[in-house]
């Protein structure tokens, strides 16, 4: 089985920064696209930030500019780098996996538990 689990949340201030990771645990041999997703209160859930085994990136525009997504494979792990923090970027991030292969399972489309981001003065 796997599990993901994310680090890295916490309270900024407006303008500050932030580093989002997530780990793949468990006997992992390959994952195609791993991203990140959003939820403020009263929201539907959205992307964020998605990235493919092989680096392409895709942003939702709202944080283009202000947030890059990386991966590492060796660690079954994806990072996302938050700048220019604003307080509509509040909410809970989400990390996702798609297709994560181990030498026992298949997982079409897991997700962490969340951590909370908060942006306020």
């Known amino acids: 089985q796997v599990q993901l689990v994310e680090s890295g949340g916490g309270l900024v201030q407006p303008g500050g920064s932030l580093r989002l990771s997530c780990v793949a645990s468990?006997?992992?041999?390959?994952?195609?696209?791993m991203g990140w997703y959003r939820q403020a209160p009263g929201k539907q859930r959205e992307l964020v930030a998605t990235?493919?085994?092989?680096?392409?990136?895709n942003y939702a525009d709202s944080v283009k500019g202000r947030f890059t997504i990386s991966r590492d494979n060796a660690r079954n792990t994806v990072y996302l780098q938050m700048n220019s923090l604003k307080p509509e970027d509040t909410a809970v991030y989400y990390c996702?996996?798609?297709?994560?292969?181990?030498?026992?399972?298949?997982?079409?489309?897991?997700w962490g538990q969340g951590t909370q981001v908060t942006v306020s003065s």
């Open positions: 996702n996996a798609k297709s994560v292969r181990g030498r026992n399972f298949y997982i079409a489309n897991p």
């Open positions: 468990g006997s992992v041999l390959s994952i195609d696209d």
């Open positions: 990235i493919s085994s092989d680096g392409r990136t």
